[in-house]
């Protein structure tokens, strides 16, 4: 019963999917017929020039931004050799006291948590 409701699912599937298809096809070959150009009817040949000059299309660019003078930024400082100990604020005495408590408090339920306690018997 499963099976045959799974095959009927995939059937219904695969027929959407070509009928979509079948859908996408006819609409995309409809788009492009639109968007056909007529052709000309005479064709043109070097002895046969065009009737109209073509015509040339300028860019709708705006012009380049005038060049400003930038004043140049001051050289940085070399770099340490030995860098401050305040690379790291987050590590204050109080953050390692709280860290310390945390771990603590963690050890204590895990030690609790191996700890093989027995249980006394129930009568």
Do not use: C
């Not at 660019?61 to 060049?67: K, Q, T």
Request: proline content about 14%; charged content about 15%; cysteine-free.
């Amino acid at each position: 019963m499963v099976f045959i409701g799974l095959l009927l699912w995939v059937a219904f599937l695969f027929a959407a999917t070509v009928l979509f298809g079948i859908i996408w096809a006819v609409s995309k070959t409809a788009l492009w017929l639109i968007d056909l150009k007529f052709l000309p009817a005479v064709r043109q040949s070097p002895l046969n020039p065009p009737s109209k000059p073509p015509v040339r299309q300028q860019p709708n660019v705006p012009p380049a931004p005038a060049a400003r003078s930038v004043s140049q930024v001051p050289a940085r400082p070399p770099a340490e050799a030995n860098p401050v100990s305040d690379i790291w604020p987050k590590w204050t005495a109080s953050y390692k006291r709280y860290v310390d408590q945390e771990k603590s408090l963690w050890q204590e339920q895990f030690d609790a948590l191996t700890s093989h306690k027995t249980l006394p018997d129930s009568p």
